[in-house]
């Protein structure tokens, strides 16, 4: 399989983090904040979430960058098969 | 009260599209059956593991564990100590080089190359119910939370639709976005949308359990909010009166341990063909190691909640009395439904939509909603924003839970349905074909199902059925196939018809305590009273297991054995040991991972002794 899952994983929460973040950072000190405890959830998680993004998009472009080096595998055509 | 905000749609609206898009990225990879049905074996260990353990992360575990957090506190977590650890640990080193080594496409194909083609029709059939089934009660589990949670409320005023489209709504929304990335990229788009998944699950609920810790005082806190019973997982079990879940030891280790943990992690082709899409022999006896961990450790995310919910106090109708500066007296009432507050914490009643009062069981007290614990926490805990990942984390587990069944279920049929009995000999397209409509009749299927009633008020309890009379005969089989040379096909299958018939007569002949009969047993007669639902589940297990261990013995004495060579690679005793790959580290060697694991387990259980 040549695509890499932690890219578009990556990707998907790297902009998940960076909505949250923005809107944590829109609503700083709004009430809404009461359910959380006073904790502004939006902003501290986004940037979790943005940071864990981005980890996983960076190491997947990494990694395909190597396996695009190597070059393709070659495919066992002569694998045996235990009858159906 | 649900509020969404565009924030929080669009969050769920951003993970459709990225499941959708992963699933347009895969399709052009898709080019034999094989990528198709199996991933063309070639994923990484690290992918599958964590799609092994996702796969199982379905409603069952998110709603379910914390509705059984709620009503058994931490006994539950005995469901990964003693169910599932010691099962994955022994499917990964004992099992994989088997069920890998024999280049089986399926766990129906397995049984077909180790005993006879009857045994497989029999497996493939029963599995392909249950595994609908199976996606069915995902569908329906998550159809009503929506409709609990009033989700799609604002979204239909908005559009002037009708709220009672909702339920249907929600049940064709999720199966054509499955029906969609699975059409296009098969059991890899399932497993990589299974990842996402979990990674989804840990974002959001994390959050949830450090703030309900927090607002609760912490674990202190929480231990001197819940009955003393709840924290402890094994204190008491030794006599079913003594432990909320009503079990004796021999019961739970017996019942849970062996036959139900094994009968799922090592037989179900839902988990095991994540595990059979790895590249190569050595990832695909780690996966089930791998996926051992997070198991390990999910029981904070998932079970947490439900004990938090349950030791939060309960709301109740109040009216604070305040006396202005100006001198006017003002009563501020603060109304809560008689729902929430005849339940108990954030766990509310279950009332009767008829005449509007709580339902109540057999000693009077009001039968509660465990299954609405979880939601509700998300609810209290949660503002805009990050609610919406956390619906989107419930979401997506469900929906995953469906797409590892679909896909199970698209694979059994083609293979061992379809190519054995209807069209032996077509081209690979045409099996493809037939995979990508076998998908599309799958989840016509659990439309079908979903739309049956529930009448347990915990998911759990109705899947652990379900599994019982179905798996827990199937273990022997696999446990004596393997392990047994003299073991065969004859026996194998009067085997399993003896343990299936016996987990329904003994579900039919007993009964939990609080329990009318009819759906929960003793619908022949009641010989016998358990304490409740799920030391009857458990015991039934042990009975299906047990008939058909000493059928399947008696009958492979009275039936001719197989000559040894054709049993090369599929028994242990005549199988030579897996090559180690070269240049292998000691730790680097599944057995080191899987005693890492195992210590692992044991440390934690005598931690929450």
Redesign the interface.
């Known amino acids: ?3 890499d ?1 932690r890219i ?2 990556g ?3 790297t ?2 983090g960076v ?2 973040s923005v ?2 950072l829109a ?1 700083n000190g709004s009430p ?2 009461a ?3 006073g ?1 502004n ?2 902003l501290w ?2 940037l979790v ?1 943005l940071v ?1 993004g981005l980890t996983m998009f960076l190491m997947g472009r990494r990694s395909q960058a190597r396996l695009a080096e190597l070059g393709p595998v070659p495919v066992d055509k002569n ?1 045996v ?4 | 009260m649900l509020n969404l905000t565009s924030v929080d749609w669009l969050i769920m609206l951003l993970y459709f599209v990225f499941v959708l898009g992963i699933g347009f990225a895969l399709k052009r990879y898709m080019k034999t059956s094989k990528d198709f049905f199996q991933a063309g074996r070639a994923l990484p260990a690290w992918i599958c593991g964590l799609a092994f353990i996702s796969a199982n992360l379905g409603a069952q575990e998110v709603i379910g564990m914390g509705a059984s957090g709620a009503k058994y506190g931490l006994e539950t977590a005995h469901f990964y100590g003693i169910g599932a650890i010691p099962a994955m640990i022994f499917v990964g080193i004992f099992m994989m080089p088997f069920y890998y080594g024999s280049k089986a496409r399926s766990v129906p194909e397995f049984l077909r190359m180790r005993f006879d083609e009857k045994t497989r029709a029999l497996n493939a059939c029963s599995f392909a119910v249950m595994t609908v089934f199976s996606s069915g009660i995902s569908m329906y589990a998550m159809a009503r939370l929506i409709q609990a949670l009033h989700v799609f409320d604002g979204l239909f005023r908005l559009l002037g639709w009708a709220p009672e489209g909702i339920f249907t709504f929600s049940i064709v929304l999720s199966a054509v976005i499955v029906l969609a990335y699975i059409f296009l990229g098969g059991l890899t788009s399932a497993i990589y949308n299974e990842v996402l998944q979990f990674f989804l699950i840990i974002a959001g609920f994390l959050p949830l359990v450090l703030l309900g810790l927090k607002n609760i005082g912490g674990w202190e806190g929480l231990k001197a909010s819940v009955p003393m019973q709840y924290m402890h997982e094994w204190k008491g079990v030794a006599h079913a009166s003594t432990n909320p879940m009503g079990i004796e030891i021999i019961g739970l280790g017996m019942g849970l341990g062996f036959v139900l943990g094994s009968g799922y992690w090592c037989t179900d082709f839902l988990v095991i063909q994540t595990a059979m899409a790895s590249k190569n022999m050595e990832s695909a006896r780690k996966v089930p190691l791998i996926a051992a961990v997070p198991k390990m450790l999910f029981p904070f995310l998932v079970i947490l909640p439900g004990l938090l919910a349950i030791g939060l106090p309960t709301p109740h109708t109040t009216t604070v009395v305040k006396t202005m500066a100006d001198g006017s007296i003002i009563h501020e009432v603060n109304v809560v439904s008689p729902q929430v507050e005849q339940g108990r914490g954030l766990v509310p009643a279950k009332i009767n939509p008829v005449t509007g009062k709580a339902m109540l069981d057999t000693n009077g007290d009001p039968l509660l909603d465990y299954d609405m614990a979880t939601p509700n926490m998300l609810l209290h805990f949660f503002p805009t924003g990050i609610l919406g990942l956390g619906l989107t984390a419930l979401l997506a587990s469900f929906m995953s839970g469906m797409a590892g069944n679909v896909t199970a279920f698209n694979t059994v049929f083609t293979y061992d349905l379809y190519q054995s009995y209807i069209h032996k000999n077509g081209s690979d397209r045409h099996y493809m074909a037939v995979g990508r409509w076998a998908t599309v009749g799958g989840i016509l299927l659990s439309i079908g199902t979903a739309y049956a009633a529930i009448n347990f008020n915990n998911i759990m309890d109705t899947l652990q059925l379900v599994f019982s009379f179905v798996n827990a005969p199937l273990f022997a089989t696999f446990l004596l196939g393997m392990f047994w040379k003299r073991a065969t096909g004859h026996a194998a299958f009067t085997g399993l018809i003896a343990g299936t018939a016996t987990a329904m007569i003994h579900h039919g002949l007993t009964l939990p305590m609080l329990a009318h009969p009819g759906i929960h047993g003793g619908w022949i007669t009641v010989v016998h009273t358990y304490h409740s639902d799920m030391a009857q589940n458990f015991w039934t297990a042990i009975w299906a297991f047990s008939a058909n261990f000493v059928v399947t013995v008696i009958v492979s004495y009275c039936t001719m054995a197989r000559p040894e060579s054709e049993l090369v690679g599929l028994v242990h005793s005549l199988t030579p040991k897996p090559k180690r790959p070269e240049n292998e580290l000691w730790w680097q060697r599944p057995e080191t991972l899987a005693l890492a694991v195992l210590v692992g387990a044991i440390a934690l259980n005598i931690f929450f002794y």
């Not at chain 1, 098969?81 to 159906?84: A, F, M, S, Y």
């Open positions: 399989m040549s695509l899952l578009p994983m990707l998907m929460f902009l998940v909505i949250l809107f944590g609503t809404i904040y359910a959380s405890l904790i959830a939006n998680w986004g979430l864990f694998e098969r235990r009858g159906h």
